[in-house]
């Protein structure tokens, strides 16, 4: 099991351009989530789906944010336009029949 | 709307000590609690989860407890050991899906 896959590790754009985060879950778990973390607010859910269907986007915090789950094995987090405010670490996570999280190992944005 | 908090923010100790790091929710209703470590500039590792109908969660020195009328959960980490310095952090569920997180301990064990 290689565990939940991120992409980019990191990525520095500038202002203005769009920015897509991608994230492979564990085969066979039926829940994505994706987290934020900044130094000021800590860690914070943005969406989850759940088989695939968005269930709750009410930590997504602007239009410029939104979240797709084509398929099980595949999620993108897209921001367009960036914005500095933007900058911070992106995890993904999923979740299987045990209830435990388990973690990707997030995606560091920069936004200049 | 489930909050939760950890202190002391960070923590330092020698070598060999025994340690309780400390999570406290306001939502008593909880479902599970779960625990995890940041090493700096790294994901989150996942160290013990602890469903709502146990109490307690053992893993190699690592012990955590969920007392969920108090409203608060402990780390216990035995005969620390410098690989241990890392960021704690303690998740409640907001019902059955969300996971809510505290700020984190940040522990550092000195040889």
């Known amino acids: 099991d290689a565990g939940v896959i991120q992409s980019p590790r990191h990525e520095v754009t500038e202002m203005g351009q769009e920015v897509t985060l991608r994230c492979k879950p564990i085969s066979g778990h039926d829940y994505l989530f994706w987290y934020r973390q900044t130094m000021m607010r800590g860690l914070e859910l943005l969406i989850y789906f759940n088989n695939n269907v968005p269930i709750d986007d009410s930590g997504m915090p602007e239009d410029r944010f939104s979240a797709k789950m084509p398929n099980a094995s595949f999620s993108t987090l897209k921001i367009q336009p960036s914005e500095p405010r933007d900058s911070a670490v992106y995890f993904c996570?999923?979740?299987?029949?045990?209830?435990?999280?388990?973690f990707g190992s997030g995606t560091r944005l920069t936004v200049v | 709307k489930q909050e939760v908090t950890q202190i002391p923010a960070a923590l330092s100790v020698p070598e060999g000590e025994n340690l309780v790091l400390n999570c406290s929710f306001t939502?008593?209703?909880?479902?599970?609690l779960q625990w995890f470590r940041q090493d700096p500039g790294k994901g989150l590792t996942s160290l013990l989860l602890?469903?709502?109908?146990?109490r307690e969660q053992t893993s190699g020195r690592l012990n955590a407890s969920l007392d969920k009328s108090s409203g608060r959960s402990t780390l216990y980490i035995a005969a620390s050991q410098p690989g241990d310095s890392a960021t704690y952090l303690c998740?409640?569920?907001?019902?059955?899906?969300?996971?809510?997180f505290g700020q984190g301990t940040r522990l550092t064990i000195n040889p």
């Open positions: 996570a999923s979740r299987g029949d045990n209830y435990g999280y388990t």
């Open positions: 998740a409640a569920f907001q019902g059955a899906q969300k996971l809510v």
């Open positions: 602890i469903q709502s109908s146990q």
């Open positions: 939502d008593s209703a909880i479902y599970n």
